[in-house]
């Protein structure tokens, strides 16, 4: 168990150019979860996956954004026509349970500048 | 709708006790979560509280929920310098998706 692996760690991109992230959770945890924090400020939750099926998206999961996770194991996250306003610290969790006992974990995120 | 509020900042010497406060509004939530986040890192869960409990203790962790005032309190006994970091408070809801506070930095100085 290496616990949630997030790739890239960093990424600079020009505003208007389409980005990618990945996410590896743990593997026996069905659950997958996507976050973003920026600065000074607590991760918002973005959207939410049991197995393959996407069950959840936040409001702050504007059109540009879509996740897939396809085989129920690892997760992407693609911004398309990035906007200054995307630069934040992304980060990806996963669980096997609904109660803590279950464990969350977060993995160390993607942080994303968009110049 | 669901808020989390958490002062922002505090500062201790070493040694003394860290009480870090936090305000949520969601009374339907499960748990309520305390995670750690040291620079460059990911988040780390510390403790976490049961909604039909008043108090949890953890070493030197302590969780006091006043569930009337929807007011959660950590409180960090024997604070050290690698306990600088910053702190955040989770409600959890639904099938736990965790709503978060903006964090308190803490800072502990000699």
């Known amino acids: 168990d290496t616990g949630v692996s997030q790739d890239p760690r960093h990424k600079i991109t020009k505003r208007g150019q389409n980005v990618t992230f990945r996410c590896d959770p743990i593997s026996e945890h069905n659950r997958l979860y996507w976050y973003r924090q920026t600065l000074g400020q607590g991760p918002e939750f973005l959207t939410y996956?049991?197995?393959?099926?996407?069950?959840?998206k936040s409001r702050l999961l504007s059109d540009r954004f879509s996740a897939e996770r396809p085989k129920g194991s690892f997760s992407t996250l693609e911004i398309q026509r990035t906007e200054q306003g995307d630069s934040a610290m992304y980060l990806c969790?996963?669980?096997?349970?609904?109660?803590?006992?279950?464990?969350?974990?977060f993995g160390s995120g993607t942080r994303l500048t968009v110049v | 709708g669901e808020d989390v509020e958490q002062s922002l900042f505090l500062s201790v010497r070493e040694g003394d006790s860290s009480v870090i406060n936090c305000t949520y509004t969601d009374s339907s939530s499960t748990y309520l979560y305390w995670y750690k986040q040291e620079p460059g890192a990911g988040l780390q869960l510390l403790t976490y509280i049961f909604s039909n409990m008043d108090m949890k203790q953890d070493q030197r962790l302590t969780v006091l929920l006043n569930k009337k005032d929807k007011h959660l309190s950590l409180r960090i006994a024997d604070t050290q310098t690698g306990d600088s970091a910053i702190y955040f408070c989770?409600?959890?809801?639904?099938?736990?998706?965790?709503?978060f506070g903006a964090g308190t930095r803490l800072a502990v100085h000699p």
């Open positions: 989770a409600e959890g809801s639904g099938y736990n998706k965790l709503i």
């Open positions: 996956f049991q197995n393959e099926a996407q069950l959840e």
């Open positions: 969790a996963s669980s096997r349970g609904q109660t803590p006992n279950y464990g969350y974990t």
